[in-house]
């Protein structure tokens, strides 16, 4: 992409048949913002493909806003380079191939009031989302899973407001102290909906605070705009016929190179057959026994160091800074760590 | 370094015997700053050194700043750790080991005159220090330079007043342009004393524009406050009995991590053998394909943004932060890559 | 504004039937971006009014901002607040009152071709057109005018190429530096329309160099998305039956507060008629005889450090930080100065 | 100043005979650091001046660190210019002028033990040493204290793990949490021992937190590498003979360009008068009923934002930029509004 809203390459897989409009599910992609509170090209770069879709889906973009899921990191730092990965679903009759390959579940929560957020309540709204978008992948093994991609509601001011007049209780009243709670009630709804964590683990004290209670597949972020949760489950199916299929990994540390291999090989392929990676970047303020300095800069964000950071790592193994990485890892990763995860050609 | 004044470290290895503060003939690392016209940093780092070396050396800051030659870097973005790498010189009566060992040059210009300056002349005066450096270090064949650290002057603007006032004609009457042609013209002149470039083939139109003409070994800065060029060489002598070797490499472009065990190669060593490594990043538009934001970011200087990516790359390999990356790579190799230099303990 | 894509208050005055959307011919204003060339904020801003626009003009979204002149500039440091000005003019048989009020002209070049770029082609281009748009405001006496804006095209890294390959001279080969070229050349463009600067004194040398030629009501901008010169000229006409009349002053540097009350007193008003500002900040290294860090800060650029001081001084004195300010004054006022101007409620 | 670490005037003021260094008391100033963790400008400009008095002074510098307070605010937004005040007192037998004159009165608490940090036992240990201030002023009505600035520590993570250890119960257990504390606890010591608040409305509960307590006269800062409280206090005294006076008023909001004369008046002076100013920025999310950005930059910290607009203001009101301006102001004025106090040129 040439810019947040450069909707040309798009436009172009549409014309050439390519890529059916009328297929697409879910849009992935990095837009070169600044990731924080004033960026807008996740904004502007949603409007854009919903416009662009408009006269190919004959239906108002408001309307394509809701059914297709556009999931955007702002923070282009580095060598990442910003551009969209399109999902698509067919039911074409194909027979399937000899081994499982990628399938997308895609699942919604009901609305999460302001007393439930981040709450076991959140957990278990979420769990129940995540066991619907396995059904819809038609994954019958959990450990097929490798990377469910979560977004859902922050805290608002308006609604900490309303809910403090209604009398009720909320895990903070701090919006912007909202996000670990709410980036963590949605991990841990993907770890107890997939069976990586058992929902009775999950107390109230626990939800951004027990970091090791966590999922190995989740990524979650959250925006205020949003009211539900929505979920994309990416796994392999034995009745997918997709030419891809998928892996997941974990970075150590922002320096392990090693991560991106494993993540191939666990989708029985190798950094070669790598198309796509979805990760995570953590900063810290220590690594291999020297001190950084992401934490202590006031002119740079850490987030957008980490980003730089291992972005590069990842593309110096797959020669691709085409990489969707972004911040922020309760529960999705053991302490310290990141989640990966590789979409590979398939072998076989 | 715990902060730009932390000298503990420097101050503990004295006390323990393990470093003797009157063999230490240079000092190079990294500081927190932001690397531009306003990083105060780096000549904090210095004063603090020269500081705490006044009562070991019996002599005043200003005679310790002007004798050991100051090295730093500002910025460490992404994974880059602070810090300083010390360098000795013994004459101990030790019977040289059986292969070249790492030695240090040093050696000084003259004043650069305004007039002179990033024009071959600046080139000659450069070339011949270079060739006393290389004198000083006992290095009989170029080839065994693997790194050539210069520091030199800028036209500053009261040079710039000057020489005009003089009727002098300038290369440019901007300060800050005048940095290409500083480091550019440092560069050739490494390469045309170590006879990697002939002298005849700078010509006034080549210096700063003519990227073909380059040293594979040079690495260059340039300040406002210098008045003479600086040459710290870095090769393998014979007549070393240093416990370390050094060798080089080129990073073809951001993501070329096996630039890294190739410069340990050419020092007759493994990537576990690296202790210390120099390096420049360079930034780009585009990167195997795709388009970066490195130049379009008007939040964060496209310097900062290469340096947090090579610098990761570089330190997914060694495993090491503690890496000294700076920016401005002109006539220091072939267009569009960037030197690598890499000390490594010495295998036999 | 809440956000670059906030068009609700803009509804609102359409809904409430206190702005009609048939009538608009201008928008001008602030976005909260970087101002600088990943400042996609502008692009958003466009984008949304226009599609706010779509239903009651009944006209797609491309024809509108192409009849519309949206002028947005980015960067809302310090006090300054996000906010648009929608002017609109209409053919109402008003008897005009007894003093001219404000009324504006439109007018628009044909395209500059590259070799025309920042030469006196480009000036008498914008000239005859800043002349229609003084017919356009039926302005007879051009020291009526108090204000132009101006946007026009930079030279593109496509147009550059190509004007090469054919072997054409340009100004600049640098994408960058062409930006005061073309503000240079529009604004001189109107100082020769409105006979402020004699036509046969621009000559190839003086644009963007000698910066005593200038016009005192200039404001021109530039962007790459653009071919072709765009005025919005305000004026003061007999024959206008507005209730707000302009004037227009100068700042004599960033602090110069009383030119508010200079502008204001230009229009026949006081500081508190003043509705709304247009002006530039100039960033400077001296103030004062003080020196500012304006120009040797990296983290922050030296037009966001200036706008933050300009802003919140022309705000201490009309109370009001939802102003129009840019940057870049080439030939657009006295060297050093910067031009502002105040749309006032009209007292008689 | 040219550069933080710049004392070519200090010393030409010595040189000259116009300051006689052991008189200096305390040296107040702005640094063109980013006024963040990361920001090492303060500690370059506190060692540049040390060390530029050893030889006047005849003591080491640390000695010189310990006996002058140096008081830095880093980060010069806008057109704010880094300098320094320095403040000398001599005990010259001057018949004292007619009317009470500028005097400084310093005094010093013991170490806070990390169990007080915060607490009541903070405030009140301050409070005893602003009494010891005043009497070291010679000043009896607290109504003649116009500016105190007092700093001290914050909580480090290195007396957080040990007062853990030992079973304390801290206010915070987060480092940068520390610094309302801080700033909070110092600045309502100065209001009991100014009398402005009563020590029994001091609660466990108030401090940073209950905003209606206030003194009008504090400006408080914290650091890591203190230990004690410092305390500069700045009052009119009968019984000194300064050729200058001091006054004080409040900033009703980020424009109110009012207080500066308020200021002045406050001394029986005018805005003529005033030779330097000491003032706080306070950042604000709305603004006369506009909103601001100074909040929701992520580039950009909100006390850069409102430093480089503050500033502006009262320069455009003194027309000078070298003013002392610092950020939070937790219990040093009512909530919403900035101290500002002046020094003036005593009239009679």
């Known amino acids: 992409m040439a810019a947040p809203s450069d909707t040309s390459e798009l436009k172009g897989l549409i014309a050439s048949g390519a890529l059916d409009p009328r297929e697409i599910v879910a849009v992935i992609g990095k837009t070169e913002g600044n990731g924080g509170a004033n960026d807008f090209t996740r904004a502007l770069a949603t409007l854009s493909f919903a416009l662009a879709l408009e006269p190919h889906l004959g239906r108002a973009k408001e309307a394509i806003m809701s059914e297709i899921a556009f999931v955007w990191s702002g923070g282009t730092e580095g060598v990442l380079s910003p551009h969209a990965t399109v999902f698509t679903r067919s039911n074409a009759s194909t027979i399937p191939p000899a081994s499982p390959r990628l399938a997308l579940g895609l699942a919604m929560t009901r609305d999460i009031a302001p007393d439930e957020f981040g709450t076991p309540a959140h957990v278990i709204l979420v769990a129940d989302a995540v066991r619907q978008a396995l059904a819809d992948a038609d994954i019958k093994d959990p450990a097929d899973v490798h990377y469910v991609q979560v977004k859902g509601p922050l805290l608002t001011p308006a609604a900490i407001a309303s809910a403090k007049a ?46 090791n209670l966590y999922s190995k597949v989740a990524s979650t972020s959250a925006g205020g705009e949003l009211t539900k949760c929505e979920i994309i489950l990416f796994g392999n199916s034995p009745s997918a016929s997709s030419d891809y299929s998928i892996g997941h990994a974990t970075l150590k540390d922002a320096l392990d190179a090693s991560a991106v291999g494993a993540a191939a090989r666990s989708a029985n392929a190798a950094v070669e057959d790598i198309v796509t990676v979805f990760a995570k970047a953590e900063a810290s303020t220590m690594l291999r026994g020297r001190r950084t300095t992401m934490y202590s800069d006031a002119d740079i964000n850490y987030e957008r160091h980490a980003r730089a950071a291992v972005g590069a790592v990842i593309a110096s193994v797959t020669g691709d800074p085409a990489i969707f990485l972004s911040g922020g890892t309760e529960h999705q990763c053991p302490p310290g760590e990141a989640p990966i995860a590789a979409i590979v050609r398939a072998r076989s």
């Not at 996000?179 to 058992?198: D, N, S, T, Y």
């Open 166 to 211: 209604a009398g009720q209780a909320l895990v903070t009243d701090d919006p912007n102290g909202s996000k670990p709670f709410a980036r963590g009630a949605m991990a841990l709804g993907v770890a107890v909906g997939l069976g990586e964590v058992q929902a009775e683990k999950v107390t109230p004290a626990s939800i951004a605070r027990d970091m």
